[in-house]
């Protein structure tokens, strides 16, 4: 049961729930996917809805837009548009990422620490050893892929259910970054492309995001690139100038590097087996059928 805070709530709810078959058909092409679940009853794949997540994840689209009935209609249609053109599916389960990329990104996943931060994205920028290969001559579209494939992994581990697992928490770990090139406008295009692609269309999907390992003279950068970000997810912000001091935020981080209390290395706690849920190995099976045809 969805926990609604009073009757605005659950009668904006309501009338979003009514409305969003038709508001799907005539505004989406009939994409009904978000975070990996049918919002709505019926039509192709009708077997994977299930109404108690389907419900959590509407309610998680009326708080991202407190509730303004016109804004989360109109955000909704957005965000189900993005996902059917961008696929971030097959980003996140079909497609096979750089390897320079993927060396730096990390997913872990324990029930047993703190709430909301169970499952935890770790970006370890600072060890991307040529930035210049990373960002420029179209890799950074490849980069944004492999970014947006890394967070739909993540998501595709919460439990909508359960207050405690249902929003993720992201690090980005600088250390060893070296700022002797600065910051090129390709690589400052690329992450300001990253940052709104994750407020515009990931609501409601980040509990913390904590920056390790960050050299106080680069605390300029930091008010750089939050100029991109809203006040809302600014606020969930946390910079560490050492990494070791991140074992006080989450109880299992590693104990070498990060302080705290797990004997397991990062590499050794990076979850790489993560099936799509059965909703979106349909529809990413679907996918391949339509090519093959
Ligand atoms: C080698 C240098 C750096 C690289 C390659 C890099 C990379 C990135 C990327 C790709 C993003 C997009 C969001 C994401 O992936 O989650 C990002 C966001 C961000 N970075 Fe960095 N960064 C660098 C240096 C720094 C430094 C030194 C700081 C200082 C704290 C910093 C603070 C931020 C902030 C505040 C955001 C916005 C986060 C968000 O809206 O989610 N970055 N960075």
Known sequence: M????????????????????????DKCQDYDEFYGHKLIPGGNGEQFYNEDIADHLIYKLCKAYQFNETETKTKTIHILNWRREFNPLSAGFMEQH??????????TEDRDNEPNKKVITWNLYGQIEDRTKMFANGQDKKFIRYRIGLMERGINLLDFHDDNNCYMTQIHDYKNVSMIFGMNAEMKACIKNIVTIFQDYYPESLYAKYFVNVPTVLAWIYDLLT??????????????????????????????????????????????????????????????NEEVE
């Open 2 to 25: 969805v926990p609604f805070n009073n009757d605005t709530e659950k009668k904006v709810f309501n009338n979003i729930k009514k409305q969003l078959p038709s508001i799907i058909h």
């Open 227 to 288: 100029k991109f970000v809203d006040k809302h997810t600014r606020d969930k912000f946390v910079v560490l100038s050492s990494g070791s001091k991140l074992g006080k935020y989450i109880k299992n981080s590693p104990a070498v590097g990060y302080g705290g209390k797990s004997k397991q290395s990062l590499k050794e706690q990076n979850k790489t087996d993560i099936r799509p849920t059965e909703y979106g190995l349909f529809l990413l099976q679907q996918q391949s």
């Open 98 to 107: 750089d390897e320079m990329f993927e060396k730096i990104g990390i997913l």
